[in-house]
């Protein structure tokens, strides 16, 4: 099965994995985003994801669909968490079947690059100082202010 | 016309609230952020937005109807 889906809970990869399952796959490559401890600098004690559900599958689903048609893969899916995430857990799950290494990689690579920039997804990082704030994309805050 | 809008991230924060239905003659939602970025005191740029309507990415002069569900979507921050 290949679909794009929203986890309130842990990120199983193992099972999530098991959708990528094809004979004629030669190569499988799989990239997991995991909460850390700092960003910019600053320590970071938990990440809190909100995502507007409706758009965030169909926007997602697209991205799958499109990976489809540009790369030569066998599969693809893509998980991402929502609610409050501690350090170490897997915020994003992406996996790639492909009949070799080249396509997986790249799709998998584009996959998590397009869900990055289009997938309405928010993070909201809390910080050990008791502060917390929603990031941009390229991880500055929103309000300049902090 | 009655619109009813979700908020999300910084916007929810600022509005300090999820949802909220609203009166407004509105006929787009490049008008309708003005509206509410005054009223919320907003902090975002129109320009730094997109806008989905009935869970659908629209342009700005989309032509907006009584009871659409209207969202003002931030910088998205997955991955």
Not at chain 1, 104 to 111: G, K, N, S
Not at chain 2, 14 to 40: K, T
């Amino acid at each position: 099965m290949n679909g794009f889906s929203l986890c309130p809970d842990a990120i199983d990869g193992a099972a999530e994995a098991r959708r990528l399952d094809d004979a004629g796959a030669g190569a499988c490559v799989v990239f997991e985003g995991w909460v850390r401890n700092h960003n910019e600098g600053r320590a970071v004690q938990r990440l809190d994801y909100q995502a507007f559900a409706p758009l965030a599958l169909s926007e997602g689903g697209k991205i799958l669909a499109e990976a489809r048609s540009r790369f030569a893969v066998r599969a693809a899916s893509a998980v991402h968490r929502t609610g409050s995430l501690a350090i170490g857990e897997m915020a994003v799950w992406v996996g790639v079947s492909a009949d070799h290494r080249d396509a997986a990689f790249a799709a998998c690579r584009w996959i998590i690059d397009e869900i990055k920039q289009r997938v309405p997804i928010w993070k909201n990082e809390h910080y050990a100082d008791g502060e917390s704030g929603w990031l941009h994309p390229d991880n500055s805050p929103v309000d300049g202010a902090r | 016309m009655k619109f009813r809008l979700l908020y999300f991230a910084s916007l929810a924060d600022r509005a300090g609230c999820a949802e909220e239905s609203i009166d407004s003659a509105a006929g787009d939602p490049a008008v309708l952020y003005e509206e509410v970025r005054q009223r919320h005191e907003f902090t975002l740029e129109r320009a730094r937005l997109r806008v989905a309507v009935n869970g659908r990415i629209v342009a700005w002069d989309h032509r907006l109807q009584d009871g659409d569900e209207i969202v003002f979507l931030p910088p998205v921050s997955g991955g």
